[in-house]
C-alpha cells in the first residue's frame, strides 16, 4: 500500500498548494490513501468546515488535527458530522468529534487512523497519549481489524515523539509527528518495523516563521512587546509531507522517505516512486 501524510496546512496559500497538486500526486504516483494535517489552514488557526470538505474534495482520505482544533468556533459543530475529521484522541470523554476511525484505501486495505497529542510543553491537562495510544490498539489490532495503523502524533517535545513511535513499534505501520512545522531527517523504519519520522514539516510559505508573516513574530522576539495579530504568510508554498509503502502481508512499513516540493526546500520525492 502507498500512503502519503502531509504536514501542517498553513494559511491559504498552503491549502491551495495542496489542492492544486494533490490530485495529480495520487494519480503520478498511483496512491493508496492520503493523510494531511489542517489544523492550521484557516489563516494559520484552526479550521473551517470549508477547507476541510475541499481538502477532502482534492483526494484527501482523512484530515488531522491537533491543539488548534478549535480555533475556528465553527470547528465544535462540524467535527461530529464527518467521520474524515479527527482531533486528538487524547481530548476528554465528552469533546465533540473523533479522534479515530477505521477507514478504506483505495487498493480496499482497511486503514486505521488515530490522532494523538503529546503533552511536553503542551497541554498537560490530556488524558496520558500512550495510554489513549494503547485504547485504540487493543481495539483495533493490527493485521486482524485494521490492514495497516497510522498514528499523527501532535506534539512539541522530540523525545515525546520518538518515545511513542517505540511504544506502538511493530503495532502500527506508521508514526508521524505534526506540530513543529519544520520537516526532521530522521525518516526511518524501527526495529519492529513501523515507520517514523518525527515532524512531517508544513505545507506553507517558508520564507516566514514557521508559516506566519516573520515580521510579527521578529518584532516579539526582541520587543518582547506585541504590535499587531499573526498573520499567515502569503508567499509561494512548499507542500512537506512523507511518503511509506506498507506490506500487504504484514501491515508493517517497508519503505520511507521525505516529500517537498516548492520554491524554497530542495525538491525530493520519494526514490521508490519515481
Not at 489563516?43 to 477547507?51: K, S, V
Not at 465553527?74 to 479522534?99: I, K
Amino acid at each position: 500500500m502507498r500512503l502519503l501524510f502531509l504536514g501542517d496546512m498553513v494559511g491559504k496559500t498552503g491549502r491551495t498548494a495542496v489542492w492544486d497538486r494533490l490530485p495529480r500526486l495520487i494519480s503520478d504516483l498511483r496512491l493508496d490513501f492520503v493523510v494531511v494535517n489542517g489544523e492550521n489552514a484557516a489563516g494559520g488557526f484552526g479550521i473551517t468546515e470549508d477547507i476541510f470538505l475541499e481538502t477532502i474534495n482534492a483526494g484527501a482520505d482523512v484530515v488531522t488535527t491537533g491543539n488548534h482544533v478549535w480555533d475556528q468556533k465553527e470547528a465544535v459543530a462540524f467535527a461530529g458530522r464527518h467521520d474524515q475529521f479527527l482531533r486528538p484522541a487524547n481530548y476528554p470523554q465528552g469533546t465533540p468529534g473523533r479522534g479515530s476511525g477505521l477507514f478504506y484505501a483505495r487498493n480496499g486495505a482497511r486503514v486505521l487512523v488515530a490522532n494523538v497529542m503529546g503533552r511536553v510543553f503542551m497541554h498537560p491537562e490530556l488524558d496520558d497519549p500512550f495510554k489513549s495510544a494503547e485504547v485504540i490498539l487493543d481495539a483495533c489490532p493490527l493485521k486482524e481489524q485494521a490492514d495497516a495503523i497510522i498514528f499523527d502524533f501532535h506534539a512539541e517535545a522530540t523525545s515525546e515523539k520518538q518515545c511513542f513511535g517505540h511504544f506502538v513499534d511493530g503495532r502500527a505501520s506508521f508514526v508521524v509527528g505534526t506540530h513543529t512545522h519544520v520537516p526532521t531527517a530522521d525518516a526511518q523504519i524501527l526495529n519492529g518495523g513501523t515507520a517514523y519520522m518525527s515532524d512531517a514539516g508544513m505545507c506553507g510559505d517558508y520564507d516566514s516563521s514557521l508559516g506566519m508573516d516573520k515580521e510579527e513574530p521578529l518584532n516579539r522576539f526582541i520587543s518582547k512587546m506585541p504590535k499587531g495579530r499573526m498573520e499567515a504568510a502569503s508567499g509561494p508554498a512548499t507542500i512537506c509531507g512523507v511518503g511509506v509503502e506498507i506490506s500487504d502481508t504484514t501491515g508493517l512499513a517497508e519503505k520511507i522517505a521525505p516529500l517537498r516540493l516548492g520554491p524554497r526546500l530542495a525538491e525530493t520525492v520519494p526514490e521508490f516512486w519515481r
